[in-house]
């Protein structure tokens, strides 16, 4: 459905905090076979936390430009809930979209979180990645 396919999903049965989403996302990015520089790319992302990562319809989407990356690299979790992080009264943060984008492109970072805008807007979709039972079969819908 999306044209940009994650390098790590999970999906998580009981709620899950954040920061253990975000690292183990993180972690699944920095495994994938990419080079980037971990360390000051993990920084970048602490401060994007910091300035507010809830986008509505319960995605989480921390997100940040990474010098040097050819392409997007995507991280996706689903959970009940996603605990330990600010949104707004009387919603729940079910997805956790960890985004690390190209520095020198700003029309390849557009379109990647477009793509999973897009398919945060459908709640067929969203039904069935919280449905998934397991980080293959949530892989599969992407």
Same mark, same amino acid.
């Given at each position: ?15 899950v905090?954040?920061q253990k ?6 972690? *699944? +990015? ?5 080079? !980037?520089?971990a360390? %000051?790319?993990?920084?970048? @992302?602490?401060?994007?936390?910091? #300035?507010?990562?809830?986008?509505g ?6 997100h940040t430009?990474?010098? *040097? +990356? ?5 991280? !996706?979790?689903?959970? %009940?809930?996603?605990?330990? @992080?600010?949104?707004?009264?009387? #919603?729940?943060?079910?997805?956790l ?14 379109v ?7 398919l ?23």
């Amino acid at each position: 459905m999306s044209s940009l396919i994650p390098v790590y999903t999970q999906v998580y049965k009981e709620p899950v905090a954040f920061q253990k989403a975000l690292g183990y996302a993180f972690e *699944g +990015l920095v495994n994938a076979g990419v080079s !980037f520089d971990a360390l %000051p790319a993990w920084k970048a @992302i602490e401060k994007r936390v910091g #300035e507010g990562i809830y986008m509505g319809s319960g995605l989480l989407l921390p997100h940040t430009r990474i010098q *040097g +990356l050819k392409s997007p690299l995507m991280a !996706f979790a689903v959970a %009940p809930e996603i605990q330990g @992080i600010a949104v707004p009264q009387n #919603e729940v943060a079910q997805f956790l979209c960890l985004l690390l984008s190209p520095q020198e492109s700003a029309t390849a970072h557009t379109v990647a979180i477009a793509g999973v805008a897009k398919l945060m807007l459908d709640p067929e979709w969203k039904s069935k990645a919280l449905a998934c039972a397991d980080a293959v079969s949530l892989k599969e819908l992407f």
